[in-house]
Every structure is written in structure tokens, then in C-alpha cells.
Antibody, heavy 124, light 108 residues
Framework: EVQLVEFGGGLVQPGRSLRLSCGAS????????MHWVRQTPGKGLEWVSG????????GYADSVKGRFTISRDNARRLLYLEMNSLRPEDTALYYC?????????????????WGQGTLVSVSS | SYVLTQPPSVSEAPGKTARITCGGD??????VHWYQQKPGQAPVLVIY???DRPSGIPERFSGSNTGNTATLTITRVEAGDEADYYC???????????FGGGTKLTVL
């Protein structure tokens, strides 16, 4: 069974940094692109970033470009999201999600399955 | 960037057919994916590539996509189908994955 477990969320002050991690199991992690998707409390979904299976292609939403960095460690089966210069509007539940397509880039992708999310709160 | 428009809410009685739309400029030329999210849970893929169903998703769920509108259709609606539904596409002009605003399905 595929399992994705996010951790690293918490309360952080505006302007500070936070690193999220997502541990994967139940599938060959190094064969699949991975993504971060966030959901503001009570609101909709927003794709944040995606990374191909071999880290060769990476993409970001305009709202986080230049502030967030996605990376992966295939040997440790971990996906990361380094978040810098955090703003109150970055407050959200952050989901890790797997691409269903073997050895694809993050582009033209979709998400299956999703983790349960880790909550990030940016407030002074 | 590309915008997907969904109605905020749709209501339907049990046993009837619910249709949830997702509007976008020439969306028929894109692949549309649909997710179901129940309260307190992570989203679940219910339709990919416009009309394909992942294993485990009931045949009552189907999708179509033409022109400027994609549609998720749920036949014989059940109380357990009550959830938020989101459409999603890839926008090649901005290199981003885009979600619609979501539609809350209420089963009357």
C-alpha cells in the first residue's frame, strides 16, 4: 500500500523559514514525480511545486517562486519543501502527492494518492 | 494564468444524477482530472484523463470534456458522495498545475 507521511509543519513568524518533509513507502519512490499541494483553511487547493523522478525538472507556482525550493532524496525516500521568507498567506495544510506516471516529469501531471498533510501557520 | 471555474455548490436528491461543471478556455483541448474531498480527509482521485476511473472508484462516477466545459457526472447519488469536488489541468503556457475553486456537493 502506498503511504505518504508529511511532517515538519508548525507555527512560524513571518519572514522566517521552515522545511517540510514527506516520507514515502509502498512503491518505488525513485520512479515517480512528486508534488506539494496546499489548502488554505476552509478554502480550495493550490499546487505549490513538483519535481520529476530524477530531479531533472522542477516547477513552482508563481505565488512561491523564488521563496520555496523542492528537492528529493531517492535513497532515503524523502521529499522536501524548503520554505523561506514565509508570509501569512502561506498558512495552509500542505499535502505531499504522488504522480501516477512512471518516470515522468512534473508537467501535465495529476495526483494519486495524497498524504494526510502537515499544517503550516505563519503568524507573529 | 489559466482559470478554471466551478459552481460553488450543487445539490441533488439521493438516487438522482449530479453534474459538476468545470469551465475553462478551450478546456476540451486539455486533460482534466477530478478529485473528491470529504471533510477532514485528503483529496482522492476519482477521474483522470477526462473520463478514466481509477481502480476502486464506482462506475457511477464518469467524466466528459468538450469545448469550454468539463463535467463530472455522478449517477444514483448517495449520501456518501457528499463532498467537495475539484477539477485540475496542466497549463502549458505558465508551466503550472491548476485547480478549479471546488464545488460542494450536497445530497438532499
Amino acid at each position: 500500500e502506498v503511504q505518504l507521511v508529511e511532517f515538519g509543519g508548525g507555527l512560524v513568524q513571518p519572514g522566517r523559514s521552515l522545511r517540510l518533509s514527506c516520507g514515502a513507502s509502498g512503491f518505488r519512490f525513485d520512479d515517480y514525480a512528486m508534488h506539494w499541494v496546499r489548502q488554505t483553511p476552509g478554502k480550495g487547493l493550490e499546487w505549490v511545486s513538483g519535481i520529476s523522478w530524477n530531479s531533472g525538472s522542477i516547477g513552482y507556482a508563481d505565488s512561491v517562486k523564488g521563496r520555496f525550493t523542492i528537492s528529493r532524496d531517492n535513497a532515503r525516500r524523502l521529499l522536501y519543501l524548503e520554505m523561506n521568507s514565509l508570509r501569512p498567506e502561506d498558512t495552509a495544510l500542505y499535502y505531499c502527492a504522488k504522480s501516477p506516471t512512471v518516470r515522468a516529469g512534473y508537467a501535465n501531471d495529476w495526483f494519486d494518492p495524497w498524504g494526510q498533510g502537515t499544517l503550516v501557520s505563519v503568524s507573529s | 494564468s489559466y482559470v478554471l471555474t466551478q459552481p460553488p455548490s450543487v445539490s441533488e436528491a439521493p438516487g438522482k444524477t449530479a453534474r459538476i461543471t468545470c469551465g475553462g478556455d478551450a478546456i476540451g483541448s486539455k486533460s482534466v482530472h477530478w478529485y473528491q474531498q470529504k471533510p477532514g480527509q485528503a483529496p482522492v482521485l476519482v477521474i483522470y484523463y477526462d473520463s478514466d476511473r481509477p481502480s476502486g472508484i464506482p462506475e457511477r462516477f464518469s467524466g466528459s470534456n468538450t469545448g469550454n466545459t468539463a463535467t463530472l457526472t455522478i449517477t444514483r447519488v448517495e449520501a456518501g458522495d457528499e463532498a467537495d469536488y475539484y477539477c485540475q489541468v496542466w497549463d502549458g503556457s505558465s508551466d503550472q498545475l491548476i485547480f478549479g475553486g471546488g464545488t460542494k456537493l450536497t445530497v438532499l
